[in-house]
Every structure is written in C-alpha cells, then in structure tokens.
C-alpha cells in the first residue's frame, strides 16, 4: 500500500491553477509563455494520450501534436477558468484522430506503462506498480491515471471522457480497490 500512495504523492503539481495569461502570451508568440506551459502540462497530456493510444511512441507523437495545435490556436482559447480541460480536449481530438487512422485497438504492451510511472526512482516499486496497473479495465486505468498523474478532479475527468461524475466516482473507487488488492498480494 506504501508503493501506491508514492504514485500520488509524487504526481506533479497541481495543473488546474494554471495562468491562463499564458495563451494570450503564446498568441502573441513568446516562446518563454509556451516553454512554460509545455513544461507545466506535457506530462498530464502525455499520461491521457498513453491511456487512449496503448502505444508509447504514439502518444509522444499525440503530445506532440496536441501542443503543436495549442500553440496555433492559443488565440482561440476562451478564459473560463478550466484550461487544462481545453488542453486535454485538444489532446483528445489528436488521439481520436490517429485511432481513426491506425483503425485497429492494439493492446496495451506492459512496458509502457513504465512511462507513466516513470516518476518512481526504485525499480521494483515500478514493476509492481506496472503488474498492479495491468488488474485494472482501459477505463479504470485512465480514470485513475488522470486523477492521480495529471491532477485533474473527477468532475473535469467525467467532462473530458463523456461519463456521468458517478460513473468516474465509481470507476475510481473500483480501480483504486483493485490497485489495493493486487498490492496486498504482491507485497
């Protein structure tokens, strides 16, 4: 159970502060702005895109595209208080593209969950971590992630991903029950 509660505790923090002065500044072409919101959210586009794509070397190519798109349409970006639902938004229609482009759902290959979990330094940590996270259902796994990796609240998870705040509530709590069990066994 210790090795779970790391994965939370060294989640990056928090994005849903983030500066919203920052797509006004990029519009306007400073790249330090861009630096900084790549910086800031490439990780929490990166973990979504992994979710979604099961491959690795696609979602860098969606996290990639997707602040590619940021960065030419940061002038369309509406003040609303939620700007990290606008960047996963973006990032979601980049991962829906190339779904329909490959046109087949590969399965997730275990070592790349590595990646999401890259932040844990100890290796064995990692590997139960990874074995643990194979327990859990594609939506599970992407619930969980996107709480717990990019910092998002259930209520901004269920907006992003069309579910209802129960449905996300429930999945959440299922896959966390999941992680426990699975934990348990392995320690």
Not at 52 to 81: C, E, K
Not at 96 to 101: E, S
Not at 104 to 129: K, N, T, W, Y
Request: aromatic share 6%; net charge negative; proline share 3%.
């Amino acid at each position: 159970m210790l090795v779970f509660t790391s994965v939370v505790e060294t989640a990056p923090e928090r994005i849903d502060t983030l500066d919203e002065t920052l797509f006004y500044r990029i519009a306007q072409g400073e790249k330090e702005a861009f630096c900084t919101l790549y910086e800031r959210c490439r990780g929490a586009v990166f973990a979504y895109a992994l979710s979604v794509l099961h491959s690795r070397d696609d979602a860098d190519d969606a996290t990639q595209d997707a602040f590619l798109r940021i960065r030419s349409a940061a002038h369309l970006y509406q003040p609303q208080g939620k700007p990290m639902a606008w960047i996963l938004t973006i990032a979601k229609n980049v991962c829906l593209m190339q779904l329909r482009r490959r046109r087949h759902d590969a399965a997730l290959p275990s070592e790349d969950m590595a990646v999401d979990l890259g932040q844990i330094a100890d290796r064995e940590d990692r590997i139960v971590l990874e074995s643990a996270f194979a327990v859990l259902s594609e939506e599970e796994c992407r619930i969980v992630m996107l709480h717990a990796v990019s910092g998002l609240k259930h209520r901004e998870i269920a907006q992003l991903l069309q579910l209802p705040l129960s449905t996300v509530l429930s999945k959440y709590s299922r896959g966390l029950a999941k992680l426990r069990r699975e934990l348990e066994e392995k320690l």
